[in-house]
């Protein structure tokens, strides 16, 4: 089947603008994971998902990012009132749970690369 | 929670060189560990994960090693080649959270 697939590819926004991406996992996939990767660096852990329910939003930067997650599948990802600093590649990244575990492989998205002006 | 270190942060070998990534972790609850390539521009993509109920295991010119005592686990790359050269990334899990990542070794294979 497909894999994880993300829109837009490329947004280019100006400062102070909002943005949302999207992020259609693997289907049957129940955990979705959100990740931001600035140039040249690590993989950032933004929010996971398990089902519709996202038990640990710490890893947000702000209170300008939010996420959501509805009948278990599609996700988006809001930034509100965009900064220079949120220019980055924000991937997404999709797993099947084992009962009782995290120990499926995560499968990666092609990336959205935000550009803020 | 887990905390994944990995290390060398860069590192160069010539062609037909092997090639090895070390990585620790602190929860010795860990027991899956998977290694990432992301060649540049691309997605991070599997190449090999272990499993705490094995030591070693290979994938042709790929291994990985986990020394659960010492809580590490290395990525050994043999007769390196140049569409070798990408960012790898180390990870491990409990179980009980998702996956935590090492900061990413880019290796450049010298032809």
């Known amino acids: 089947g497909a894999g994880v697939s993300q829109s837009p590819s490329n947004k280019v926004t100006e400062k102070g603008k909002d943005v949302e991406l999207r992020c259609d996992p693997i289907s049957g996939h129940t955990a979705l994971y959100w990740y931001r990767q600035s140039l040249g660096q690590g993989l950032e852990f933004l929010i996971y998902?398990?089902?519709?329910?996202?038990?640990?939003k710490s890893g947000l930067p702000s209170d300008r990012f939010s996420a959501e997650r509805t009948g278990g599948s599609v996700s988006t990802l809001t930034i509100q009132r965009t900064q220079q600093e949120d220019s980055a590649v924000y991937l997404c990244a999709s797993s099947g749970r084992l009962a009782g575990g995290w120990r499926e492989t995560q499968y990666f998205g092609p990336g959205t690369r935000l550009l803020v002006l | 929670g887990e905390n994944v270190e990995q290390h060398p942060s860069t590192l160069s070998v010539q062609e037909g060189d092997s090639a090895v990534i070390k990585c620790t972790y602190s929860d010795s609850a860990s027991n899956y560990f998977p290694w990432y390539k992301q060649e540049l521009g691309k997605r991070p993509q599997l190449i090999i994960d272990?499993?705490?109920?094995?030591g070693e295991k290979k994938d042709q010119r790929i291994a990985v090693t986990l020394n659960k005592t010492a809580k590490h686990f290395s990525l050994h790359i043999t007769e390196t080649q140049p569409e070798d050269s990408a960012v790898y990334f180390c990870a491990g899990t409990s179980g009980n959270t998702p996956l935590v990542f090492g900061k990413g070794t880019r290796l450049s294979v010298i032809a």
């Open positions: 272990i499993r705490s109920n094995v």
């Open positions: 998902f398990q089902g519709n329910s996202a038990p640990d």
